[in-house]
């Protein structure tokens, strides 16, 4: 099986010697892949690299097959993100803010956007303006902008950032459906470790700009009661390794 996502020693270090270290990590076709770290871990900037919006000074991202770097169109073409905050116009109602996303797409017909808006509960609140949305129901509209052209794989950074209870929850639902009813690839972001136990199938945890563990959820927890404590587990292994060098 050919990997959906595939990152090769992905490295890009900022101007204050932050950055991201020879990142390397693998999402397959139906994982839902928790990329999880805590903020300034380095995510986004992997996140931003693998989508063309920002520059690698290292290594590879591809997606579908496709080299991000030399083949954007194509290795984008199967993919709907949602990079950070959703925007949105605030002035303007939830659909047409889809119809505007919508013409950079050809043949998105207005049953796809009755589709999305259903898909993402917000069909009964589609004409009152965004202004007016709570932030899960803008995360919700985010959500629903990325799946217009009907994505294979969805790149969600941190959605469920900021969200009360109840919005974390029908987030973590709407992926859920889609990943099983739609079979779409995910890749999703957060440093809420459990949300990624309740959703992911597989995880890659970054710490400090580098990927210091990938696997199944399974495989991570192995002798621990919970992914918190594996995740604790293994960057008390990084810092005895980064002791004793």
Do not use: W
Not at 67 to 95: D, F, P, W
């Amino acid at each position: 099986m050919n990997p959906v996502v595939e990152i090769k020693q992905l490295t890009k270090i900022f101007k204050n010697l932050r950055g991201i270290h020879n990142v390397q990590m693998t999402v397959q076709q139906g994982d839902i892949y928790g990329f999880f770290g805590p903020n300034g871990a380095g995510k986004t900037t992997v996140m931003k690299i693998m989508t063309g919006l920002s520059k690698a000074q290292q290594g590879e991202a591809k997606l579908f097959g496709y080299n991000v770097t030399t083949h954007y169109e194509q290795a984008m073409a199967k993919v709907g993100v949602l990079i950070e905050t959703a925007e949105a116009y605030t002035y303007m109602s939830g659909r047409r803010n889809l119809e505007l996303v919508a013409r950079f797409y050809p043949g998105i017909s207005k049953q796809r956007i009755d589709e999305v808006l259903d898909i993402v509960d917000l069909t009964p609140f589609q004409h009152e303006k965004v202004a007016g949305y709570s932030l899960g129901m803008k995360q919700r509209l985010g959500l629903a902008s990325a799946m217009l052209s009907k994505p294979e794989l969805l790149i969600l950074d941190e959605p469920t950032n900021g969200l009360d209870i109840e919005g974390m929850v029908h987030i973590r639902e709407i992926i859920l459906r889609l990943a099983r009813e739609e079979r779409i690839t995910f890749l999703i972001s957060s440093h809420l470790i459990h949300e990624m136990e309740l959703m992911c199938n597989r995880m890659g945890i970054i710490h400090q700009g580098r990927l210091i563990r990938e696997g199944l959820v399974s495989e991570l927890m192995q002798g621990t009661e919970s992914l918190e404590q594996a995740y604790l587990r293994e960057i008390e292994g990084v810092r005895r390794l980064a002791a004793h060098a």
